[in-house]
């Protein structure tokens, strides 16, 4: 039994989901009675414990999909398709791109790592100037 199960109540017949909204319980604990075997009635307007202090959990929200090219993804989806990050998708995205341009344009590259993604350690390929001294000099120097 799921969340989105029709449950019949007083002649009204609604999903499992809606019935948790209307009594302000989570629909997990409705389906927890059932499987103990609760009846429906009873597993939908049972008042739940609650300490002070202790609130509903938030409804578990569908990703927001995104249509371009006949194809419907997620942000986690797309960034495995174009190989952009998710990161750069929902800040072009909150920047109001359109979803083409969003997908289609490559991302600037800036500093090319010397390593591998594996062994990059996030100084670039930027050489900095080190002084031609060694430890044994500064001791000796005045």
């Not at 909204?21 to 739940?48: F, V």
């Not at 591998?116 to 000099?137: C, I, L, R």
Request: proline share 8%.
């Amino acid at each position: 039994m799921t969340r989105d199960d029709l449950l019949t109540m007083n002649g009204v017949t609604q999903p499992i989901a809606e019935w948790a909204l209307d009594y302000g319980i989570p629909a997990s604990l409705i389906l927890t009675r059932l499987n103990r075997g609760m009846s429906t009635a009873r597993a939908i307007t049972k008042p739940m414990r609650a300490k002070p202090g202790d609130q509903l959990p938030e409804p578990p929200s569908t990703p927001e999909t995104y249509e371009f090219d006949g194809q419907a993804h997620t942000i986690a989806e797309w960034a495995k398709i174009t190989g952009i990050s998710q990161c750069v998708l929902r800040d072009r995205i909150r920047a109001g791109w359109q979803i083409k341009r969003v997908l289609t344009t490559p991302t600037k590259r800036g500093r090319v790592s010397n390593f591998s993604a594996s062994m990059g350690t996030g100084a670039g390929s930027d050489v900095q100037a080190m002084p031609k001294m060694g430890f044994s000099e500064i001791e000796d120097s005045p």
